[in-house]
T-cell receptor, first 115, second 111 residues
Framework: AQSVAQPEDQVNVAEGNPLTVKCTYSVSGNPYLFWYVQYPNRGLQFLLKYITGDNLVKGSYGFEAEFNKSQTSFHLKKPSALVSDSALYFC?????????????FGRGTSLIVHP | SQTIHQWPATLVQPVGSPLSLECTVEGTSNPNLYWYRQAAGRGLQLLFYSVGIGQISSEVPQNLSASRPQDRQFILSSKKLLLSDSGFYLC??????????FGSGTRLTVV
């Protein structure tokens, strides 16, 4: 079985400050991990993914995420937040060895960047 | 390049009326296709997925059905809409890149 948790419903940060959106996962084997962003009334947009290799993954719009196998985490980070980063962020996991090609999504974290 | 088209963007339908939402993918072949519903702007609920023409798997028994008449076409339907069918419907596909590509969504309001 696979599952993902986003422990924060909402994250508030001031513009220019670093931001972190947390994600932890559970899989039987090794994970594929993803982050998506959703703006109001729009579809989800792919930000970045971890498949294999370097634990630090760089994605779109200056975002990055670090795969931590021992802590089963894949937190999304950005060094300097912009007001335009305000959106809903989803973490997703797919178990490589589970035979399922369907990711499990977290409930989403609303990021609010204050001017 | 691959693109996904989903329409209409918004739809207001009376209770008891039929529904047809369409999703098409371009630039790829034999994609896995998915329909999700998102309620209250938060969590995603997987409704249906398809790994090939005519192959539909339902995740949640409900008032909706799905069909895949062509390789890159995925249709979400209902014979009679309920108020509870209101929501934001998202189509998505996966190929070789391991992750999803989502359509722009349809906001359905049943009145």
């Amino acid at each position: 079985a696979q599952s993902v948790a986003q422990p924060e419903d909402q994250v508030n940060v001031a513009e220019g400050n670093p931001l972190t959106v947390k994600c932890t996962y559970s899989v039987s084997g090794n994970p594929y991990l993803f982050w998506y962003v959703q703006y109001p009334n729009r579809g989800l947009q792919f930000l970045l993914k971890y498949i294999t290799g370097d634990n630090l993954v760089k994605g779109s719009y200056g975002f990055e995420a670090e795969f931590n196998k021992s802590q089963t985490s894949f937190h999304l980070k950005k060094p300097s937040a912009l007001v335009s980063d305000s959106a809903l962020y989803f973490c997703a996991v797919r178990d490589r060895s589970g035979g399922s090609y369907i990711p499990t999504f977290g409930r989403g974290t609303s990021l609010i960047v204050h001017p | 390049s691959q693109t996904i088209h989903q329409w209409p963007a918004t739809l207001v339908q009376p209770v008891g009326s039929p529904l047809s939402l369409e999703c098409t993918v371009e630039g790829t072949s034999n994609p896995n296709l998915y329909w999700y519903r998102q309620a209250a702007g938060r969590g995603l609920q997987l409704l249906f997925y398809s790994v090939g023409i005519g192959q539909i798997s339902s995740e949640v028994p409900q008032n909706l059905s799905a069909s895949r008449p062509q390789d890159r076409q995925f249709i979400l339907s209902s014979k009679k809409l309920l108020l509870s069918d209101s929501g934001f419907y998202l189509c998505a596909w996966t190929g070789d890149n391991y992750g999803y590509t989502f359509g722009s969504g349809t906001r359905l309001t049943v009145v």
